[in-house]
């Protein structure tokens, strides 16, 4: 291990009791049932809906006065929401989608920007039995006709802006019904007709007061993910009410969330840490959630934790990146005490980037590992366990974590291969959308295949080494690309680093990597060399890079991962493939 393990203090000395105490005898004596399954309200008949655990049963616990959501605008706009407005909010929405002829289990879109409507809206189609399906704002006409056409959409929420964006596709959609326009400011100009219909009119003349929330179970369609297109075409995954039980249970041990503890979560809901935990887990356990419409801006963000008093902060490894490129006079500028747990998500976390946060945030960053697919956390550093940086912890309580060989055989300590987890946790997916040969092809020998490679250490701590399909194999090594990344960062020129296998006739694949520079450094050629020498006295002259390029933006999904695929396919001159989740440049 290159970075020292951060020891946590004990229990006693921390600032709060966290929630999981003690991770090794939790793990040893855990139930699903007993302490999952059993700690939600449930649906009087016994059946089970997301949208009543996160919000109604708040209020019907007498915690409607809590604020469940603070929504701060681009231009700085603020709007306040208890969980009883939210309940109200909610049952309005969900009343207007009875009226419109919404089924159990229609796929309805929600396309629009981070604004307090797209949340009253999800949890409104999940009251009424239907199936919501977030994208990001971001998005192009065809991305959103993708999706649309393949998930046979039957309603789309939308605004103003973006509706007129995808205006000329919407009659491809045949299966859509209804869209519905969300216009907060009230200034554009919209014309409704049968199909299109107005969000503030369907608000106003709608009567909830009799709503009956749809006696869904546990077994009902809840959210349909696409996923980030990190490998290939993105994926159309569906999941079932039942998944809230893990979102729950995670982010009340994994993320240490508490009744009352502010909350702010930098995912949009176009990508599943924006639902799962941009949604259910937060307003499940009872916090306050900041929502922002903005941006990533380390100015705002740390304006954001000082005004609000943030207690725990959920982001990802391309964010933290970018905070430490930001620099650490900028952190010194503001107060961020009112921290008290800091997580990440998403992508590997350099353990450079836990070293930093260890001395910038008074606290490490707790790398957390999970999936579309697998709908909540799997793999975490808790509050109360050490940290090795650059691992990503040990499996969540209930959940069986294995490293297989190519025969999908368990391997000891040490060794690597594919990471695997035991089919039957709460939040596993129900189906990849009309793709069962690809679902079948997951599930072997007993074990649900995650396509990632990793190693699990004589601790019990796993190490993510890279995807299967981003694996290098050089002169007979295999080598995954985050160690070789993570090398790189350390460097003090280097902002991020994407390594690749180039093919090579004698060495079957060499490793090259495209870096990009942090402010301040010219891409000259004594830096290449000099990072390559780098690197090779952090790792073995055989994992080093043979070729480094400069490049100036790094390829990356809009949920923030780097596309390796992509990178080697610009090298290789190769077709491009899908690049629907390709965040813009710049
Ligand atoms: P696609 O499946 O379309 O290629 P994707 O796998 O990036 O895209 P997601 O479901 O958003 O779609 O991401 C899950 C993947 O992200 C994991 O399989 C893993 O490769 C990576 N990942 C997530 N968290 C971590 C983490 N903490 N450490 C390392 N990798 C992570
Ligand atoms: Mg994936």
């Not at 049932?33 to 949208?51: E, K, V």
């Not at 199936?131 to 990001?136: R, T």
């Not at 993570?486 to 090259?512: F, Q």
């Not at 790792?539 to 080093?544: C, D, E, F, R, Y």
């Amino acid at each position: 291990m290159a970075f020292e393990e951060i020891t946590k203090p004990s229990v006693s000395d921390m600032k709060e009791t966290p929630n999981l105490i003690d991770y090794q005898s939790t793990r040893e004596d855990f139930d699903w049932y007993r302490d999952g399954f059993s700690g939600l309200d449930w649906l009087p008949d016994g059946g089970l809906n997301n949208a009543y655990e996160a919000v109604d049963r708040h209020v019907n616990n007498g915690k409607g006065k809590q604020k469940a959501l603070i929504w701060i605008g681009k231009n700085g706009d603020e709007e306040t929401y208890t969980y009883s407005q939210f309940k109200e909010e909610s049952d309005k929405f969900g009343q207007v989608m009875k009226n419109l002829g919404m089924q159990r289990a229609d796929r309805v879109f929600i396309f629009m920007d981070r604004i307090p409507e797209l949340y009253f809206a999800a949890m409104g189609i999940l009251k009424a039995g239907g199936v919501i399906a977030p994208l990001f704002s971001a998005f192009g006409p065809d991305p959103v006709r993708d999706r649309m056409e393949d998930a046979g959409a039957s309603f789309l929420v939308t605004t103003p802006e973006l509706k007129s964006k995808i205006d000329t596709m919407l009659p491809d959609i045949k299966t859509l019904q209804k869209v519905i326009v969300i216009d907060k400011s009230d200034t554009a100009n919209i014309k409704t007709d049968e199909k299109t219909l107005l969000y503030k009119d369907l608000m106003k003349n709608v009567d909830a007061t009799n709503f009956i929330l749809e006696p869904t179970t546990q077994y009902d369609f809840s959210i349909m993910h696409y996923t980030s297109g990190s490998t290939g075409k993105p994926k159309g995954v569906l999941h079932r009410h039942q998944a809230v039980v893990q979102q729950w249970l995670t982010g009340k041990w994994a993320l240490d969330l508490k009744e009352g503890d502010i909350y702010f979560c930098t995912a949009d809901p176009g990508w599943v840490t924006g639902t799962s935990y941009g949604m259910m887990a937060p307003w499940t356990n009872c916090v306050t959630q900041i929502i922002y419409e903005g941006g990533f801006s380390a100015a705002s963000w740390y304006e954001i934790i000082q005004k609000y008093g943030v207690t725990v902060w959920y982001t990802a490894p391309t964010a933290i990146r970018l905070l430490m490129r930001a620099g650490e006079a900028v952190v010194q500028r503001y107060d961020l005490s009112s921290l008290r747990f800091i997580g990440s998500v998403g992508e590997p976390l350099n353990p450079e980037a836990v070293v930093w946060g260890n001395k910038n945030y008074k606290m490490p960053i707790h790398d957390n590992w999970w999936q579309t697919e697998t709908g909540a956390i799997m793999c975490a550093n808790y509050a109360t366990t050490n940290i090795r940086p650059g691992s990503m912890g040990k499996p969540f309580p209930g959940v069986t974590m294995g490293i297989l060989d190519d025969q999908y055989n368990e391997l000891g300590a040490g060794e690597s291969g594919i990471l695997a987890v035991r089919p039957g946790w709460p939040s596993q997916m129900f189906a990849y959308w009309q793709q069962d040969e690809m679902y079948n092809s997951r599930f072997k020998k007993g074990w649900y295949i995650t396509g990632d490679q990793a190693s699990i250490d004589e601790d019990g701590y796993f190490w993510f080494q890279g995807r299967a399909d981003d694996v290098i194999n050089t002169a007979g090594h295999l080598v995954g690309p985050f160690e070789v990344e993570s090398a790189l960062i350390e460097h003090k020129a280097v902002a991020e680093a994407g390594v690749i296998g180039k093919p090579d006739p004698i060495a079957m694949e060499v490793v090259k990597a495209f870096v990009t520079l942090n402010p301040d450094y010219e891409a000259t050629d004594q830096l290449r060399r000099e990072l390559i020498g780098f690197a090779r006295d952090k790792l073995s002259a055989g994992v080093a890079p043979r070729e480094i390029d400069f490049i100036d933006v790094m390829p990356k999904t809009r949920s923030g991962k780097i596309m390796r695929r992509l990178l080697k396919a610009r090298e290789l001159g190769l077709p491009e493939g899908d690049t629907s989740t390709l965040e813009d440049d710049g």
